[in-house]
């Protein structure tokens, strides 16, 4: 169950994300963090970060659901995956700033065993495929990134943690 779980989490955090990449570029949306777009959803206006927001955070859900037994421990492995994944996005604001986090993250769970080891090395091992071209600026995570890079440290947490 730890592979489905993660995959979901990991591949519904990397779409909400490329959905406001495109979404919010391509509209002109200047506004950035919860308060805005909640402030905005709250005026009955959805915008591209209310949508990631509300996609990361139900498949976080369900990824938690998946990977534990009790119920608390569901909704807070879903609050674990969907407050890294959007955690990490908010490092996001130079090069290398997102993927050094998760790189001083994730390589401590490396020296675990079990699917949580294995979940950080997919974590770590992505960011450091991409880092230098990160640096050089040649290319850049954008929400996409990293969204899908948090909530796969955030699947690692919990597969790694107890109960």
Do not use: Q, W
Not at 36 to 64: C, F, N, Q, Y
Not at 71 to 94: C, F, S, Y
């Amino acid at each position: 169950r730890v592979r489905p779980a993660a995959g979901l989490a990991v591949l519904a955090a990397g779409a909400c994300g490329a959905y406001d990449d495109v979404t919010g570029y391509s509209s002109g949306d200047t506004r950035r963090g919860f308060r805005a777009h909640l402030g905005a959803l709250r005026d009955g206006e959805v915008t591209s970060g209310a949508v990631k927001l509300a996609g990361i955070s139900a498949a976080a859900l369900v990824a938690g659901a998946l990977l534990k037994e009790r119920p608390l421990d569901k909704l807070l492995a879903g609050v674990v995956i969907a407050g890294t994944a959007h955690g990490v996005n908010l490092v996001d604001v130079r090069p290398g700033r997102t993927l050094g986090a998760v790189l001083a993250l994730g390589l401590p769970g490396l020296l675990g065993e079990g699917p949580g080891a294995e979940l950080a090395a997919v974590a770590a091992g992505g960011a450091a495929a991409v880092l230098r071209e990160d640096l050089g600026e040649r290319t850049m995570l954008g929400d996409t990134g990293t969204h899908a890079l948090g909530a796969a440290l955030g699947a690692a947490v919990v597969a790694g943690g107890g109960r």
